[in-house]
Nanobody, 124 residues
Framework: QVQLVESGGGSVQAGGSLRLSCTAS???????MAWFRQAPGKQREVVAS???????IYADSVKGRFTISRDNAKNEVVLQMNSLKLEDTAMYYC???????????????????WGQGTQVTVSS
């Protein structure tokens, strides 16, 4: 069982930046890693994913503003969020799952290992 711990959330003004970090316990080198978010009253949605080869996919709403990266030596995945908008306000969750395929697999698969979440609030 992989355990995930997120950090780095907080409050920021629109246009600002935040860096979210997720540290995993256990072996995740051959895992899909992803960031999701859930705003009040909305369904949880995938923000970005990175597979074990380093291939990244982003939701259209964050392309060009967010960057996902992973450091397998540290068992860490990072979400760098720039040019934040009011609509980015949400609880952000890190997720991990074994990788069995490539392409869009990590972006579209179901995840079962979740962190506790970290709140991101963007204000005007």
């Amino acid at each position: 069982q992989v355990q995930l711990v997120e950090s780095g959330g907080g409050s920021v003004q629109a246009g600002g930046s935040l860096r979210l970090s997720c540290t995993a316990s256990g072996y995740t080198v051959l895992f899909c890693m992803a960031w999701f978010r859930q705003a009040p009253g909305k369904q949880r949605e995938v923000v970005a994913s990175v597979d074990s080869f380093g291939s990244r996919i982003y939701a259209d709403s964050v392309k060009g503003r967010f960057t996902i990266s992973r450091d397998n030596a540290k068992n860490e995945v990072v979400l760098q969020m720039n040019s934040l908008k009011l609509e980015d306000t949400a609880m952000y969750y890190c997720a991990a799952a074994p990788q069995y395929s490539s392409g869009t697999y990590c972006y579209t698969r179901t995840y079962h290992n979740w962190g506790q979440g970290t709140q991101v609030t963007v204000s005007s």
